[in-house]
């Protein structure tokens, strides 16, 4: 999969991707992600851990208004997906869309690991990546 991602320094890509996230220098509180503009100068760039445990999740069944939504489905073709909240330990607790083919499976404090995935968005040829935890 070529790495276009869907936004720059959110992700480290490879084998093994990490987030980006900050340390506050003045407190060592961790972000993500990574502030930008002025307050950008206050935080270190922390790659975090690439696992961590489901702290929350919903399920999306409808197809979000766009936008801000940006995918290229349509009403037809939209299929619910997982978003929850994944602690990543000791560090901060990361928003993000849960990859499985189970969503009726995903359980709180389910072992979780970041992978890199493909999104389609509206009007793009290629797919930008984006990161997404799923299942451990």
């Not at 936004?7 to 961790?30: C, S």
């Not at 690439?50 to 489905?73: C, H, I, M, N």
């Amino acid at each position: 999969m070529g790495v276009t991602p869907i936004a720059e320094g959110l992700f480290t890509a490879g084998e093994r991707p990490r987030l980006i996230g900050g340390r506050r220098k003045d407190t060592g509180r961790v972000v993500f992600p990574i502030p930008s503009g002025a307050e950008a100068a206050l935080y270190d760039p922390v790659e975090l851990a690439e696992a961590g445990t489901l702290w929350s999740f919903t399920v999306q069944r409808f197809r979000p208004k766009s936008p801000p939504y940006a995918g290229a489905d349509d009403d037809r073709t939209f299929r619910p997906f997982a978003l929850g909240y994944v602690e990543l330990p000791g560090q901060v607790i990361v928003e993000s869309r849960i990859e499985t083919d189970d969503i009726a499976a995903l359980k709180v404090g389910m072992p979780m690991r970041l992978v890199l995935t493909p999104f389609q968005r509206a009007g793009e040829a290629e797919p930008a990546v984006t990161y997404a935890f799923q299942p451990a």
